[in-house]
Antibody
Framework: QENLVQSGAEMKKPGASVKVSCQAS????????MHWVRQAPGQGLEWMGI????????SYAQRLQGRVTMTRDTSTSTVYMELSGLRLEDTAVYYC?????????????WGQGTQVTVSS | EIVLVQSPATLSVSPGERATLSCRAS??????LAWYQQNPGQAPRLLIY???TRATGIPARFSGSGSGTEFTLTISSLQSEDFAVYYC??????????FGQGTKLEIK
């Protein structure tokens, strides 16, 4: 069964960094692009960036440029999202999502979400 | 960057009735538009991609239409489990991908 499993909740202080993992199973990891999407409390979905699971190329949302880094480990079928210089407004649930094959840009499988709380 | 605006922000409909949700883009694009459903405390679920194609396992009461800048999600006969928040999302060949701000579908 195709599945994405994310790491557990994190609590960080302002200025710190957080690294969230997302492990894929049940499909060929390198055939897909992977995305990160976040959702602040009571808010909508915000696209953060994309990583090609095979080649590792990335593209990030402009407002997060310089603070976000996405990487992958093909040996464990895992993608990572690291966000540095955390601010209170980075408090959110962070999701990884798989882009379906076919180039149509839809996210067909989602992780369960990781709560990241930034608090002093 | 393409901006998506969803309307209405909240839609109140009775079970068994039809719901129509709108998503308007700031510029015309390829039509790679998806719709997602999100229940409280859960991850979003893909309903529709390429504007009108239902994802695997999605009931036929969900349908998508539109092109250019105007897109619509229609739920033909609302079931209790359909009351949720719905998001549209676009992909125009390269990042950034963007989401609309969401429509909350509530029981009337």
């Amino acid at each position: 069964q195709e599945n994405l499993v994310q790491s557990g909740a994190e609590m960080k202080k302002p200025g710190a960094s957080v690294k969230v993992s997302c492990q894929a199973s049940g499909y060929t990891f390198t055939n897909h692009y992977m995305h990160w999407v976040r959702q602040a409390p009571g808010q909508g979905l915000e696209w953060m960036g994309i990583i090609h699971a095979s080649g590792g190329s990335t593209s990030y949302a402009q407002r997060l440029q310089g603070r976000v880094t996405m990487t992958r480990d093909t040996s464990t079928s895992t993608v990572y999202m690291e966000l540095s210089g955390l601010r209170l407004e980075d408090t959110a649930v962070y999701y990884c999502a798989r882009e379906e094959v076919g180039g149509r840009g839809a996210f067909d499988i989602w992780g369960q979400g990781t709560q990241v709380t930034v608090s002093s | 960057e393409i901006v998506l605006v969803q309307s209405p922000a909240t839609l109140s409909v009775s079970p068994g009735e039809r719901a129509t949700l709108s998503c308007r883009a700031s510029q015309s694009f390829s039509g790679n538009l998806a719709w997602y459903q999100q229940n409280p405390g859960q991850a979003p679920r893909l309903l529709i991609y390429s504007a009108s194609t239902r994802a695997t396992g999605i009931p036929a009461r969900f349908s998508g239409s539109g092109s250019g800048t105007e897109f619509t999600l229609t739920i033909s006969s609302l079931q209790s489990e359909d009351f949720a928040v719905y998001y549209c999302q676009q992909y125009n060949g390269w990042p950034p991908y963007t989401f609309g701000q969401g429509t909350k579908l509530e029981i009337k």
